[in-house]
């Protein structure tokens, strides 16, 4: 809704945060490769959202999918994507070790 409406929310902020985790996976590859922006526009307008990366875990995938809810009152939260994200490296992470809160 920030590109199409002008519309600049939290829950904007939550989609870009979903386009930001593709760029993290895929170690910088531009999002929605081989469309121009108004392309873009068009097809996600239409409902089409990117496939999971190569190399992505789907688990992962599911919560860019979330990021991408036509609705915005259907997307996550900041503190729930926090929660997720904790929760999601303690499980694939063996060696990790959450610290102290300071």
Request: proline fraction near 9%; aromatic fraction near 12%; charged fraction near 25%.
């Amino acid at each position: 809704e920030a590109a199409l409406y002008g519309r600049f929310t939290i829950k904007s902020d939550v989609w870009s945060f979903g386009i930001l985790l593709t760029e993290l996976v895929t170690k910088g590859r531009v999002p929605y490769p081989g469309m121009v922006n108004r392309e873009v526009l068009e097809q996600v307008e239409r409902g089409y959202r990117m496939p999971c990366p190569q190399g992505c875990p789907e688990s992962l995938h599911e919560l860019m999918k979330l990021c991408w809810k036509k609705d915005p009152d259907e997307r996550p939260t900041f503190e729930y994507i926090q929660s997720f994200l904790e929760d999601y490296f303690t499980a694939t992470e063996p060696q990790y070790q959450p610290g102290d809160n300071l």
